[in-house]
């Protein structure tokens, strides 16, 4: 406990002086959390030599010396698996490394010099240094956040309003099993274990179907609590504000009631605590996006992953009076949302790119400016996979993407436009947009800096200002 | 907070009137233990109907009524999953029920008929009920509660001195990636966490060697704490008391300190909290051991087995100053032990079983008679896999054991005969006895009730008094 105190009393000096951040990196799963950790500190390992980190200030003025990974503070929470993930891109051929599977962490130390300060523009002569602390953890966590606004009825009422019939019919075994399951019924561990584990299948299908607004998110990736009870609940369909009262008044062991305290067992014990332990200490924070993803996957599931991250998003919604500020007073102070995988589409489409993104955002991002958090929006390739080439037919010159599919055939093609607004109806119609997944480009030499597409530029709105 | 605190109460009134039972099984992978809590229940549930439990004294007097299975009450704990097994054993062909990877809890309400009591012997009327909360977990984390009496360099030095020849050959990776590695370099957390999945993969396959005196427990059944820190640590060979001033005065960053305090965290954070927020609330336990297995395995295998159980008994040793009494104030107050498998050999051999378990554990059993703690040392099958049958050759008759191997041939064997004591030398040299594993019986309907040898006398001893 002491040391514990100790250590916080360090940690708080060393922020203090601006020697210490803690940046987070989140997104849905396969939104590309790994690549972009993987890179990020391949850059900042490479930076002052074979990295390209342009947009970044520090690097171009040359005062970037390196950095060098140090032990973690937390003991207890996995370390990012940075020498697997590289082992994975040197296989021949290389494959994207393993997807993490809950928190991970990762401390870096980084030097540099300080550039010209005060009246008489001196460079400070010594060399300082920046430890930042990594950390990454799966989107989905957070978009458990709004069920600590419900209580299990409301909750329920609201999952059924969020069924649409695509979402249904994945649902269909799941709703047949607990269509004959009455609310005031003695609960029955063993079906009510069954009934969640259909619940459970329908959200790993949903999410398959490219869907992302699913709660609760834990049960995605149990872990340890696998099995257990606190995982075991779901919506009871047919349920609603009208019957609180009769409901109330049911028996303890009653189906209502049991399936109620599960769920306010898991508010307390699942979702309150990373948000205490881990989220409320973040100091800065980035989002990946899959946008082109969602595009690739029609009207519903674009539309799905829209509300996702407007939920999702709701984590950073730092008014006084909102949920997370009321419960964990965060103190996250800047903001990074990144459109991912910007090398599967041609270098021109990656303006409308960002501007989809942020039409995608259009509202969380005017609350965080309304909160004053300085928010940026960008397009990025962690890893890129692909190379620019144009090609030439009939006379006129087109661009074009030079890469190796998953399949392992090398691939010219043009992906596609990518709207600059929410695609309209005749969008999808047309069905303009379909873009392969491409394989890690094979690196020349094994000591080199991963390629990337604006990481840099990442990095320096990130990160820049302690460096300066 | 006040929640727990009302059950806490609850719980003790219950348990005050002699209403409420917690039942601990354990042992070492692959003892039985997913097999003997499934028939356990399986044989509650019939009892009154198809099971046989004739030597449960409430059974044999028709005043067992019936058990069901009722919400258990931490919710954070996986339940035990008894209907998974059950469908295991109801394949074609059957299948052993897949074993649990960390603890498992199940609760069953017990109807029963008081029996006589008082002056007048006069047969309570009512039918009463007995709450039994029951428990599994892996016996391998008991052997971690002497790495409690260590700081790292003392546990270094005792680690070294377990390495026999067999086990330093399986070490012989990890032996020669440790080999560079000074105490007083400063640490590389990439070397480390690699040194010490080596560690990890050392101890798996000591353990797939049929040993089981494995150190840190933990590192078998990593879940949720698979690549953290605080499993990354393993002993320094070549280091010990001798250098204990020189090894503390090395800096904080040191690979010593590094390792030393992941050893310490990992006592406080990983061992201790499953001794305080399970063990020290069981009031039963019994621990089943696979005799039959280690002798099949050969001699080094089997004195592994015998330090592994004394190392394992240590957890149930309640002299006032022992450790686990000093640390944790436990109150089991009644133990069994016993050598699953049975059906493995002709039954005219059980009674060398019992008393090469009780010669096997003979210290540990020793001390707890001296500390006044009822055990009971027995033989059983949870879940017979053989019949048993006499053979006749050249006008003799022998018994026989006919069962179905698990390559799936029909056999008709003797396995050899069990010594009723420690095996000398010239045993192993004889190699006496080698027995097959066997597939569990088909059942007959459904809805019959387990063949078992003798589980009702575990369950006699274990529950029998609170059915009085």
């Known amino acids: 406990m002491r040391q514990t105190l100790a250590r916080e009393v360090t940690n708080l000096l060393e922020r203090g002086r601006d020697r210490q951040l803690r940046l987070a990196v989140t997104g849905l799963s396969r939104a590309g959390k790994t690549a972009f950790l993987t890179s990020l500190v391949n850059q900042l390992r490479h930076a002052g030599l074979e990295a390209r980190l342009d947009l970044m200030a520090c690097a ?62 001196m460079v400070a002569a010594d060399s300082a240094t920046l430890t930042l602390d990594l950390f990454d953890y799966p989107g989905e966590w957070l978009l458990d956040l709004p069920l600590l606004e419900h209580d299990f009825l409301s909750w329920s009422e609201r999952q059924q309003a969020a069924l649409t019939p695509a979402r249904r019919e994945l649902a269909a075994e799941w709703l047949e099993a607990v269509a004959d399951l009455t609310p005031d019924a003695a609960a029955d561990e063993a079906e009510l274990a069954a009934i969640a584990e259909r619940y459970a299948a329908t959200l790993r299908a949903a999410r398959e179907a490219g ?89 519903e599931r674009f539309e799905d992953l829209s509300r996702a991250l407007a939920t999702l998003m709701r984590s950073f919604h730092y008014g006084k009076r909102s949920l997370v500020s009321r419960l964990f007073a965060p103190r996250i102070d800047r903001l990074a949302i990144a459109a991912t995988k910007a090398d599967h589409v041609t270098p021109e489409q990656h303006t409308n790119l960002v501007t ?47 890469g190796t599919t998953q399949a392992g055939e090398e691939a010219l093609l043009f992906p596609g436009e990518v709207p600059a607004q929410i695609p309209e109806a005749d969008f999808w119609q047309r069905q303009g947009f379909t873009f392969d997944h491409f394989r890690p480009l094979p690196r020349d030499a094994r000591g080199d800096a991963l390629p990337h597409i604006r990481l840099d530029a990442a990095l320096d709105w990130l990160i820049g200002d302690k460096l300066a």
């Open 60 to 121: 171009r003025e040359g005062r970037l010396l390196g950095a060098r990974r140090v032990a973690q503070q937390d003991l207890a929470v996995p370390r990012f698996p940075y020498d697997e993930a590289m082992a994975a891109l040197d296989e021949t051929p290389p494959r994207w490394p393993d997807p993490t599977r809950g928190i991970s962490e990762l401390r870096l130390q980084i030097r540099y010099r300080p550039g010209r300060h005060g009246l008489l523009g």
């Open 211 to 299: 869907f992302a607004d699913l709660q609760p998110g834990r049960f995605l990736l149990p872990g340890d609590l696998a099995g257990a009870p606190v995982l075991q609940f779901f919506p009871l369909p047919g349920i609603g504000e009208a019957d609180r009262q009769a409901l109330e008044a049911l028996p303890e062991d009653s189906v209502y009631h049991t399936l109620s305290r599960r769920f306010a067992h898991y508010q307390q014990h699942v979702v309150k605590p990373f948000y205490r332990e881990h989220f409320r200490r973040f100091d800065r924070q980035i989002v990946l996006v899959d946008v082109l993803g969602a595009l690739n996957a029609g009207p």
């Open 356 to 402: 989809l993104l942020e039409a995608l955002l259009a509202e969380p991002i005017q609350d965080l400016r309304f909160a004053d958090i300085p928010v940026k929006a960008l397009s990025l390739a962690s890893i890129r996979a692909t190379q620019s080439r144009e090609v030439e037919r009939q006379g006129r010159r087109f661009p074009a993407l030079r």
